[in-house]
């Protein structure tokens, strides 16, 4: 696997993959890489010829008060995985290779950016997009992949893309669990072991909350109910929301009568977890 960490060996390396009429499928993490990270690399290397994966903490998504400086990190222990799966290149910049001085450059999306995640994380959104089509540029791949654990961005990336005109597929890849139902996330590694046993009812909470719907609730109100009842219970909990959206728009519903999802946060001690699911 190529380690690469500059634009300059970036675009040296894609020029001669493109020679080789290759396939490129991108990646972008943040590092600390679990089960799920491993999902989007292995749907990349089944799906195209280079897989291409990105690690950079990017410091423009974090707000002034969150974990940016303590986020994890394990760059020898991430390539290792990365090189033992197959994958062709990791590009892991420096912050000044990303946002040399003078960088001005803003990309926001208002709308969806402004509920939930976005109300919560001022910024954070715009520091995602801005990043992300600044990874599109320099590799131009043919796809992308992301979690569906971090389904707003998703939606946000899917619109970008769209609007941009960035001649590419985004590819969502299903949220991989551990087996207590717990989205796997770099996050729960700063869970304290008495935390780590509450962490899975956010995602029994959306499930009996999906159940609910799957009976034939239609009342959004109901099924938000049951998932916040739930949740209700467990005193160390602090729950940021719980939203029944439409699944594109992500508009909050009153009914579920078309394809929406469940979005819901918690915060245990000084973690936040967000989960979701999809209701068809
Ligand atoms: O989901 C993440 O890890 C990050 O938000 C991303 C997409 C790599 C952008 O920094």
């Known amino acids: 696997m190529r380690v690469i960490n500059t634009i300059h060996g970036l675009r040296a390396y894609l020029s001669s993959i493109r020679e080789q009429r290759?396939?490129?499928g991108l990646v972008p993490t943040m590092?600390?890489?679990?089960?799920?990270?491993l999902a989007l690399m292995r749907r990349s290397l089944e799906n195209g010829d280079c897989t291409i994966v990105s690690l950079f903490v990017n410091p423009t998504q974090f707000g002034p008060k969150e974990d940016f400086e303590k986020y994890p990190r394990d760059f020898n222990r991430d390539s290792q995985l990365a090189a033992d799966l197959g994958v062709h290149a990791l590009f892991a910049p420096p912050a000044s290779?990303?946002?040399?001085?003078?960088?001005?450059?803003?990309?926001?999306?208002?709308k969806i950016s402004s509920r939930y995640e976005g109300e919560i994380r001022p910024g954070h959104f715009d520091g995602v997009a801005t990043v992300c089509a600044k990874l599109f540029n320099l590799v131009q791949p043919q796809r992308a992949y992301f979690g569906q654990k971090d389904y707003q961005q998703c939606v946000l990336i899917q619109r970008m893309v769209s609007d941009l005109n960035?001649?590419?597929?985004?590819?969502?890849?299903?949220?991989?669990?551990?087996?207590?139902?717990?989205?796997?996330?770099?996050?729960?590694?700063?869970?304290?072991?008495e935390e780590r046993t509450v962490a899975p009812d956010l995602y029994l909470a959306l499930r009996q909350a999906a159940e609910l719907a799957e009976q034939r609730e239609r009342s959004a109100a109901a099924i938000k109910e049951r998932a916040i009842h739930l949740l209700s219970e467990e005193p160390t909990i602090k729950v940021d929301y719980i939203e029944v959206a439409d699944a594109e728009s992500l508009e909050p519903c009153d009914l579920v009568d078309r394809s929406t999802v469940i979005l819901g946060a918690i915060r245990l001690?000084?973690?936040?977890?967000?989960?979701?699911?999809?209701?068809?």
């Open 22 to 24: 290759m396939t490129v």
């Open 166 to 193: 960035f001649n590419m597929e985004i590819v969502p890849v299903p949220t991989v669990r551990e087996p207590d139902g717990l989205a796997m996330s770099s996050r729960n590694a700063f869970l304290s072991p």
């Open 31 to 37: 590092g600390a890489f679990h089960e799920g990270h």
């Open 269 to 280: 001690g000084s973690t936040r977890l967000i989960d979701n699911i999809l209701l068809k």
């Open 97 to 110: 290779e990303m946002y040399p001085e003078g960088f001005q450059t803003n990309i926001s999306l208002p």
